[in-house]
């Protein structure tokens, strides 16, 4: 395999400790290494920035939801084509690109890792095959849990040896890399009963006899358990709705101290009265995660233009449905396992809820001390695409720019955010380099990511210096995956094929004829046909658990 020397660039490598020296950087046989054999090819950075490749802990790139919103968009792939090359294949764009275009348009943005925040289980198979075809980029995906039937039929009965084996054995059938909740609990209030939602962390659900706050504790305490190495995923409950942040403080309180990661936690910051205008309540959620070390977050920023919402939060997208002038919506029940919502949506400067959701998101990047714990996500594309990461990006920056941009944006969204109010931070390349690759790589657990130490992924971004940040992180001067030079002088060089990334946490299998006759009695598929075999993970590593990590 081929080796490299980068020399002369301005390595920003958080983890270990490099901000902004001048380093060589090594690769050989797809590592980083201390020191590459002579025949290297030499690549000079001077005047670029060396950073290891961005890992997007939280985005919708494929399964069944994803191929649903891009069916319910063909005019996206009419106005956005995505030509072939001589190395890459053809593909359409817009919120929510085809396979191959999402693959070549994340290693574009110098992103080399990404994961699929929610899959119900039974899907598994059809998120594998598009990820199988998601060129460049290694990617995992996290399963629907927080309301399986099963799972909660073992919990209301106290089964908890039962609960813990069954989510074990969920996650190695489907290939997957954590438990993934949303709303948890309310999706069967939502199935049972019309237009039902659960709202408080301490209300029993009907139909499963047990609270939202047993089912995050629970699942919490199975990742710590069953040693994983990113904890539960956790999407709260009441998305959206005026005065959720105390749901949101709830849940994280429900974690008693063990690892949980929220996520797109601005959705979740809101203050006001349920059913009126919604009031920030960043300061209060950023304050709290800085408090609390086992507290991770992505923020979910919401950038302004066309976005897709695509949520298993299935009385969310009911909501929402009347909330935008479009009238395409998509709702649809997941068997036992989840609910699912699409709807095209289209965020506007002037809309005051729309702007006040966009300075939220900031807020939360500027008052948060630990930048490795308030890592950088649009939720793409619920908040807009990740193509806008080089805008978010910028207005993180460059503080000159965040203010013109503010001076867009509906006025009393601006008033009731602290952003005017001197909070003119700015964020330096070493801290971009951790919420963007080092910080999501350490809550994911991806010891051979997000840096570049020797042992590391090959996987290595070098952008050129430039004032204008967005222009900058937009098109990488080259991006390196597994060693090999994928993009050079802003052209790809050739193809490739990352790895999917996924956990194999130990399991009593006795709890498979404890399965077996749920599977006969209410799923539309035999049990020995549910779980995904090898053909379905040609490129695969599996990321270490806790008892063999
Ligand atoms: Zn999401």
């Known amino acids: 395999m081929s080796a490299l020397r980068i020399v002369n660039g301005r390595v920003y490598d958080p983890i270990n400790d490099v901000d902004g020296e001048i380093r060589e950087i090594c690769v050989a046989d797809g590592k980083i290494v201390a020191e590459a054999p002579p025949e290297a090819k030499r690549i000079d950075a001077q005047g670029m920035v060396v950073m290891p490749g961005g890992v997007d802990i939280h985005c919708h790139i494929a399964g069944p939801k994803v191929n649903l919103a891009r069916k319910v968009q063909p005019e996206d792939h009419r106005h956005d084509v995505h030509p072939r090359t001589a190395f890459t294949r053809s593909g359409t764009g817009g919120t929510v690109p085809s396979t191959f275009a999402t693959g070549y348009r994340y290693a574009t943005l110098g992103y080399t890792t990404a994961m699929e925040a929610a899959v119900p289980p039974i899907g598994a198979r059809h998120t594998l095959e598009e990820l199988n075809d998601t060129p460049v980029i290694d990617k995992g995906f996290y ?6 039937v ?5 919990l209301k009965e106290g089964r908890l040896e039962d609960f813990r084996n069954a989510a074990a054995w969920w996650l190695n059938a489907t290939k997957s890399y954590t438990l993934k909740l949303v709303n948890p609990g309310a999706d069967g209030a939502w199935k049972g009963r019309r237009n039902a939602n659960i709202t408080r962390m301490d209300e029993k659900v009907p139909e499963f006899e047990v609270t939202p706050r047993q089912i995050v504790k629970a699942l919490v305490d199975v990742a710590h358990d069953l040693g994983l190495p990113h904890p539960a995923h956790i999407h709260c409950n009441n998305l959206g709705h005026s005065g959720n ?3 949101t403080l709830e849940t994280m309180r429900a974690a008693e101290g ?18 009126r205008l919604p009031t920030s309540k960043a300061a209060e959620i950023a304050e709290f995660v800085d408090a609390h070390p086992n507290i991770s ?3 979910g920023q919401v950038m302004f233009g066309k976005s897709t919402i695509m949520t298993a939060d299935a009385p969310l997208a009911y909501l929402l449905r009347d909330y935008t002038s479009d009238r395409r919506w998509v709702n649809a029940d997941t068997e036992h396992e989840s609910g699912c919502g699409i709807i095209p949506f289209d965020y506007q400067e002037k809309v005051y809820t729309h702007a006040l959701q966009w300075a939220i998101g900031l807020e939360l990047f500027l008052l948060s001390k630990d930048p490795w714990r308030m890592v950088l996500s649009t939720d793409h594309p619920n908040g807009g695409s990740f193509m806008s990461y080089p805008k978010l990006i910028r207005l993180l920056m460059d503080s000159e720019f965040r203010k013109r941009e503010l ?7 601006v008033r009731n955010s602290v952003l005017m109010d001197g909070l003119d931070r700015e964020y330096s390349l070493q801290e971009i380099a951790i919420i963007t690759r ?21 996987d290595i971004t070098i952008y050129e210096e430039n004032p204008d940040k967005e222009l900058m992180f937009s098109a990488p001067r080259y991006v390196i995956k597994d060693g090999r030079l994928i993009i050079e002088d802003h052209e790809f060089r050739c193809d490739h094929q990352g790895r999917i990334l996924h956990v194999a946490p130990a399991y009593d299998s006795a709890v498979e004829d404890v399965i077996r006759p749920f599977f006969e009695d209410y799923y539309s598929i035999q049990f020995d046909n549910y779980a995904v075999d090898a053909h379905y993970i040609p490129r695969n590593e599996v990321i270490p658990t806790g008892d063999d990590g």
């Open 143 to 148: 399963i629907l849990m927080g309301n399986n």
């Open 150 to 154: 099963l799972l909660m039929q073992f």
């Open 245 to 247: 942040f105390e749901t």
């Open 258 to 275: 063990r690892r949980a990661h929220i996520t797109h936690v601005q959705f979740h910051s809101y203050g006001g009265e349920p059913g």
């Open 297 to 299: 977050c992505d923020v």
């Open 407 to 413: 001076g867009r944006v509906n006025r009393k969204a």
């Open 438 to 458: 080092a910080g999501p790589a350490r809550i994911l657990g991806l010891a051979n990511k997000g840096h570049l130490g020797a042992g590391a992924d090959a």
